[in-house]
């Protein structure tokens, strides 16, 4: 499983790292023809509306691209090997990748011989071409990942199996999933994506609004879900904090079943109804806790009757010890 994640880390992020070197050796090979003022953003009519130094050029190039493969890196690392949808977003990472890398290098050929920067014009067509550079670099990095064998998901307890686990006196037992949710992910890219068209044609406030959003999207989109002697909590993908927590205490029975979330809940995300509340991330497995109140938590992830039984037994166990 380790050398499984190790080699789609090393995918998500090699696309970054090459684009990022295309473009430091475009700079370097064109420097000497570049103006001392770039052209560096541009109306939707194609005409430049603003101007950077070479230094701040070469930042944007070094800040964007390494922040890109970090991201792409962390989604990798901490999401769970076995979840197909992870190797989407790799797949994705190379569209984004080489996207990006094609406009940083057309901004260095049309201000390339350019007397006045506020003359250089970048038209919508080279986005069309961007995107295609995007397509091919895709079809590259879905070859590379044929070469990854994704592991099969550990097997769940059936339907006539019981709903707890069989702990020795003293025995320490944890269970751990990633809830991936494909509607942020896809969100989360897509405004990635739209940010940095809207860098060259809408404006840097716009574009700061979406990548915002984006950071947002991504860092909700894959949280984790523990049950441990804590009880059961879910908290978001890189961050310790929001997170939400159903104490041992307070769960007086945890099973496992399938959800509906558009019919039972409305929508994706946290959501409350009467007598529930819910993580709700894509329609599917879930783990649902009624708590001592009677009111219930759900949380779609795999693997929910493992996560149940457990919880079970650990509540049974603290419930004894009063």
Request: proline residues 5%; contains cysteine; aromatic residues 6%.
């Amino acid at each position: 499983m380790n050398r499984v994640r190790y080699r789609l880390v090393a995918l998500a992020v090699l696309p970054f790292l090459l684009a990022m070197a295309v473009d430091l050796t475009a700079f370097a090979l064109l420097r000497d023809r570049l103006p001392d003022r770039l052209a560096s953003h541009f109306t939707a009519s194609g005409s430049s509306d603003d101007t950077q130094s070479h230094t701040s050029y070469l930042v944007l190039v070094l800040v964007m691209h390494i922040g890109l493969a970090a991201l792409w890196a962390v989604v990798a690392r901490t999401g769970d090997a076995a979840v197909r949808g992870l190797r989407w977003m790799v797949w994705v990472g190379y569209a984004v990748a080489g996207l990006v890398g094609y406009l940083m290098v057309a901004v260095l050929v049309a201000n390339a011989d350019a007397a006045d920067p506020g003359r250089v014009r970048m038209p919508l067509w080279q986005l069309v071409i961007g995107a295609g550079c995007g397509a091919l670099a895709a079809g590259i990095g879905w070859l590379l990942l044929l070469t990854v064998s994704m592991p099969a998901p550990l097997p769940s307890p059936g339907p006539g199996e019981p709903e707890r686990l069989d702990l020795a006196e003293g025995e320490v037992a944890g269970w751990m999933r990633r809830a991936p949710s494909r509607v942020l992910l896809g969100t989360g890219l897509a405004l990635i994506a739209t940010g940095l068209v809207l860098l060259y044609a809408g404006g840097t406030r716009h574009a700061l609004v979406a990548l915002g959003g984006a950071l947002i999207c991504l860092a909700f989109s894959c949280p984790y879900v523990t049950v441990d002697r804590h009880g059961l909590t879910a908290r978001p993908t890189v961050l310790p904090w929001p997170r939400i927590r159903v104490p041992l205490s307070d769960v007086d029975r945890a099973i496992s079943r399938e959800i509906k979330i558009l019919a039972e809940y409305g929508g994706w995300g946290y959501r409350m109804r009467p007598g529930k509340t819910g993580l709700m991330l894509r329609s599917g497995e879930a783990l649902v806790v009624r708590r001592a109140g009677g009111r219930e938590f759900a949380v779609t992830v795999d693997d929910a009757a493992t996560a149940a039984a457990l919880l079970n037994t650990l509540a049974d166990r603290q419930g004894a010890k009063r």
